[in-house]
Protein backbone atom coordinates (compact mmCIF):
# COMPACT_ATOMS: atom_id res chain seq x y z
CA UNK A 1 0.00 0.00 0.00
CA UNK A 2 3.01 2.32 0.41
CA UNK A 3 4.49 1.56 -2.76
CA UNK A 4 0.68 2.97 -3.80
CA UNK A 5 1.31 5.98 -2.87
CA UNK A 6 4.40 7.26 -4.59
CA UNK A 7 4.37 8.75 -7.50
CA UNK A 8 5.21 6.90 -10.74
CA UNK A 9 8.79 8.06 -11.03
CA UNK A 10 9.41 7.55 -7.14
CA UNK A 11 8.17 4.06 -7.34
CA UNK A 12 10.37 3.41 -10.52
CA UNK A 13 13.61 5.49 -8.93
CA UNK A 14 13.31 3.50 -5.82
CA UNK A 15 12.95 -0.25 -7.21
CA UNK A 16 14.70 0.29 -9.79
CA UNK A 17 17.93 1.61 -7.67
CA UNK A 18 17.45 -0.60 -4.39
CA UNK A 19 15.97 -3.61 -5.64
CA UNK A 20 17.68 -3.84 -8.92
CA UNK A 21 21.12 -1.99 -8.24
CA UNK A 22 20.53 0.35 -11.87
CA UNK A 23 22.52 3.19 -11.85
CA UNK A 24 20.55 6.07 -11.59
CA UNK A 25 21.80 7.83 -14.79
CA UNK A 26 20.52 4.48 -16.50
CA UNK A 27 17.35 5.43 -14.25
CA UNK A 28 17.03 9.19 -15.03
CA UNK A 29 17.12 8.30 -18.84
CA UNK A 30 13.65 6.49 -17.95
CA UNK A 31 12.09 8.84 -15.54
CA UNK A 32 13.53 11.88 -17.57
CA UNK A 33 14.86 13.61 -15.02
CA UNK A 34 18.66 14.82 -14.01
CA UNK A 35 20.60 11.71 -12.33
CA UNK A 36 20.40 14.40 -9.46
CA UNK A 37 16.71 15.00 -9.50
CA UNK A 38 16.53 10.91 -10.08
CA UNK A 39 18.72 10.32 -6.71
CA UNK A 40 16.16 12.34 -4.58
CA UNK A 41 13.06 10.84 -5.83
CA UNK A 42 14.23 7.44 -4.89
CA UNK A 43 15.37 8.94 -1.58
CA UNK A 44 11.82 10.49 -1.04
CA UNK A 45 10.58 7.25 -1.97
CA UNK A 46 12.96 5.57 0.61
CA UNK A 47 11.73 7.43 3.14
CA UNK A 48 8.28 7.69 2.65
CA UNK A 49 8.65 3.62 2.57
CA UNK A 50 10.42 3.17 5.81
CA UNK A 51 8.48 5.98 7.46
CA UNK A 52 10.74 8.46 7.70
CA UNK A 53 9.17 11.32 5.85
CA UNK A 54 5.85 10.51 7.57
CA UNK A 55 4.53 12.41 10.54
CA UNK A 56 4.06 10.06 13.52
CA UNK A 57 0.41 10.13 12.91
CA UNK A 58 -2.24 10.52 15.91
CA UNK A 59 -3.28 7.16 16.78
CA UNK A 60 -6.58 7.73 17.94
CA UNK A 61 -9.28 7.00 15.01
CA UNK A 62 -11.80 8.98 16.70
CA UNK A 63 -9.81 12.20 16.90
CA UNK A 64 -8.42 11.60 13.33
CA UNK A 65 -12.23 10.98 11.88
CA UNK A 66 -13.01 14.27 13.72
CA UNK A 67 -10.13 15.97 12.03
CA UNK A 68 -11.26 13.75 8.60
CA UNK A 69 -14.88 14.99 9.29
CA UNK A 70 -14.07 18.96 10.23
CA UNK A 71 -11.91 19.34 6.86
CA UNK A 72 -15.03 17.77 4.65
CA UNK A 73 -17.53 20.02 5.71
CA UNK A 74 -15.28 23.29 5.53
CA UNK A 75 -14.66 21.91 2.31
CA UNK A 76 -18.21 21.69 1.43
CA UNK A 77 -19.48 24.56 2.71
CA UNK A 78 -16.28 26.85 1.40
CA UNK A 79 -14.73 28.14 4.80
CA UNK A 80 -11.24 29.01 3.92
CA UNK A 81 -10.96 29.77 8.02
CA UNK A 82 -11.88 26.45 9.02
CA UNK A 83 -9.81 24.78 6.49
CA UNK A 84 -7.15 26.55 7.53
CA UNK A 85 -7.58 25.63 11.20
CA UNK A 86 -7.26 22.03 10.23
CA UNK A 87 -4.25 21.81 8.38
CA UNK A 88 -0.66 22.37 9.49
CA UNK A 89 1.24 24.84 8.23
CA UNK A 90 3.38 22.71 5.95
CA UNK A 91 1.00 20.32 5.04
CA UNK A 92 1.56 18.13 1.45
CA UNK A 93 -1.15 17.40 -0.25
CA UNK A 94 0.11 14.69 -2.90
CA UNK A 95 -2.78 13.63 -5.83
CA UNK A 96 -2.44 10.44 -7.92
CA UNK A 97 -4.93 11.12 -10.89
CA UNK A 98 -3.26 9.15 -13.58
CA UNK A 99 -1.26 11.71 -15.40
CA UNK A 100 1.60 13.81 -13.65
CA UNK A 101 1.22 13.03 -10.14
CA UNK A 102 0.85 16.88 -8.42
CA UNK A 103 2.09 17.79 -5.33
CA UNK A 104 0.62 20.42 -3.12
CA UNK A 105 2.51 22.48 -0.03
CA UNK A 106 1.76 25.15 2.47
CA UNK A 107 -2.06 25.14 4.63
CA UNK A 108 -3.08 28.55 2.39
CA UNK A 109 -2.43 26.16 -1.39
CA UNK A 110 -4.03 22.87 -0.14
CA UNK A 111 -7.28 24.52 1.09
CA UNK A 112 -7.21 26.36 -2.19
CA UNK A 113 -7.55 22.98 -3.40
CA UNK A 114 -9.82 21.48 -1.48
CA UNK A 115 -12.47 24.56 -2.31
CA UNK A 116 -11.69 24.00 -5.46
CA UNK A 117 -12.53 20.13 -5.72
CA UNK A 118 -15.76 20.84 -3.66
CA UNK A 119 -16.75 23.37 -6.27
CA UNK A 120 -16.19 20.33 -9.22
CA UNK A 121 -17.33 17.95 -6.98
CA UNK A 122 -20.60 17.05 -9.46
CA UNK A 123 -24.13 15.87 -8.34
CA UNK A 124 -24.61 12.32 -6.50
CA UNK A 125 -21.20 12.00 -5.78
CA UNK A 126 -21.21 10.15 -2.09
CA UNK A 127 -18.42 9.90 0.04
CA UNK A 128 -17.77 7.70 3.09
CA UNK A 129 -15.28 7.18 6.05
CA UNK A 130 -12.39 4.45 5.59
CA UNK A 131 -9.62 3.12 6.68
CA UNK A 132 -7.20 4.11 4.37
CA UNK A 133 -3.58 2.41 5.38
CA UNK A 134 -4.66 1.68 8.91
CA UNK A 135 -5.87 5.66 9.44
CA UNK A 136 -8.75 7.79 8.78
CA UNK A 137 -9.83 8.35 4.99
CA UNK A 138 -12.25 8.96 2.72
CA UNK A 139 -13.79 7.16 -0.64
CA UNK A 140 -15.44 9.21 -2.87
CA UNK A 141 -17.97 7.36 -5.56
CA UNK A 142 -19.64 8.55 -8.43
CA UNK A 143 -23.56 7.96 -8.89
CA UNK A 144 -22.84 4.68 -10.17
CA UNK A 145 -21.05 3.34 -7.27
CA UNK A 146 -17.70 3.73 -8.89
CA UNK A 147 -14.92 4.55 -6.91
CA UNK A 148 -13.84 8.16 -8.20
CA UNK A 149 -11.44 8.89 -5.69
CA UNK A 150 -9.33 7.33 -1.92
CA UNK A 151 -7.82 10.16 0.56
CA UNK A 152 -5.35 9.04 3.31
CA UNK A 153 -4.70 11.25 5.51
CA UNK A 154 -1.94 11.84 8.32
CA UNK A 155 -2.92 13.84 11.65
CA UNK A 156 -0.47 14.75 14.01
CA UNK A 157 -1.96 17.84 16.98
CA UNK A 158 -5.19 17.53 15.67
CA UNK A 159 -4.05 19.02 12.72
CA UNK A 160 -3.74 17.12 9.05
CA UNK A 161 -0.04 17.23 8.13
CA UNK A 162 -0.24 15.16 4.64
CA UNK A 163 -2.98 14.02 2.58
CA UNK A 164 -2.51 11.26 -0.26
CA UNK A 165 -5.59 11.55 -2.95
CA UNK A 166 -5.56 8.04 -5.39
CA UNK A 167 -7.60 9.16 -8.14
CA UNK A 168 -5.91 7.52 -11.01
CA UNK A 169 -9.39 5.22 -12.44
CA UNK A 170 -6.53 2.41 -13.76
CA UNK A 171 -5.64 2.07 -9.92
CA UNK A 172 -8.74 2.55 -8.60
CA UNK A 173 -9.96 -0.68 -10.76
CA UNK A 174 -7.22 -2.74 -8.91
CA UNK A 175 -8.41 -1.64 -5.35
CA UNK A 176 -10.40 -3.67 -3.70
CA UNK A 177 -13.34 -1.78 -1.96
CA UNK A 178 -15.67 -5.05 -1.19
CA UNK A 179 -15.56 -3.81 2.65
CA UNK A 180 -17.43 -0.53 1.83
CA UNK A 181 -20.28 -2.71 0.35
CA UNK A 182 -21.65 -3.34 3.69
Not at 10 to 16: D, Q
Not at 94 to 117: C, I, K, M, S, W
Not at 139 to 153: A, Y
Not at 157 to 168: F, H, K, N, P
Amino acid sequence: MVLETLSPAERLAFVLHDTFAMPFDEIATIVGRSPAATRQLASRARRRVRGGATAVPDADLARQQEVVDAFLTASREGDFGALLAVLDPDVVLRADTGGVPREVRGAAAVANQALTFSRLGGPGRVSQPALVNGAAGVVSQDPDGRPFSVMGFTMAGRRIVEIDILADPARLGRLDLSALDG
